[in-house]
C-alpha cells in the first residue's frame, strides 16, 4: 500500500476527509510565511481528531528552542519533519527535545543533491525527497514543483523516504511508477489556490494512491 502524508492541513473538513480517505500521515505547517501556517496551539486543537487514526507531522523550518517546545507541549506530533538547513546534530537536538521521530526534507535538482543522503540515514526516522524551491522562493516548500522522478529509479537507500514536491492526482500514478516510491506527500496538488486544501482533490489523491497499487 502506498503511504500518503497529506501536508498543510487547516480545516476539520479537508483533515477528515484526509482521515476517511486513508491519509497515514497529515502535516501541519508552522511556518508563518506559509498560507498553510497554523500556530501550534490551533494547531493542536485540529489535530486531536487525527490521534490514534494518523501519524501527525508537524513541518518546521529551522525551528528555535521555544518554538519547538510549544509544539511539544501542545501538538505532541508523532513526528517533526525538519524542512530547512538542519544538520544532523541539530535534529538529535530536537528528538531529544521534543520526543518525536524525525522527518528530514532533503531539496533534489540533481544527482549530487543526493550527496546529502548517508549524512541523515540515522539522524532521520525518515527521509523526505522534495524539489527545490525557485530561486527567491520564501517557501522552502509546498511550492508545487517536482524534480526529475527518474533521478530516484533505482536508487538503493538504506533509509525509508518520501517523494514530494508537484504530486498531484493525475501524475501520481506516473510518478510512482519510475521512482517506485512507497510513500508520498502532497500539498499544493490538493488545494484550489494555495493554502485553500480542496476536498474532491483530496478524495481524488487518495483513489490515485489505492488504484496505483491495483
Ligand atoms: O507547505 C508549505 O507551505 C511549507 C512551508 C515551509 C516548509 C515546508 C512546507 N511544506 C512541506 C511539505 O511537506 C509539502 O507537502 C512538500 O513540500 C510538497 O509540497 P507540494 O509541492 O506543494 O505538494
Known sequence: MTEVKICGLTTPETLEAALVGGAAY???VIFPKSPRHIEPEAAAELFAMARGRAAVVAVVVDPDDALLGRIATSLMPDFIQLHGNETPQRAAEVRALTGAKIIKALPIREDADFAAVPAWTKAADILLFDAKPPKGSELPGGVGHSFDWSLM???ALAARWFLAGGLDGTNLGEALRITGASMVDVSSGVESAPGVKDIP???K???AARQALA
Request: glycine share 8%.
Open 201 to 203: 482533490l483530496i478524495r
Open 26 to 28: 497529515v502535516g501541519a
Open 205 to 207: 489523491f487518495l483513489d
Open 153 to 155: 529509479a533505482n536508487r
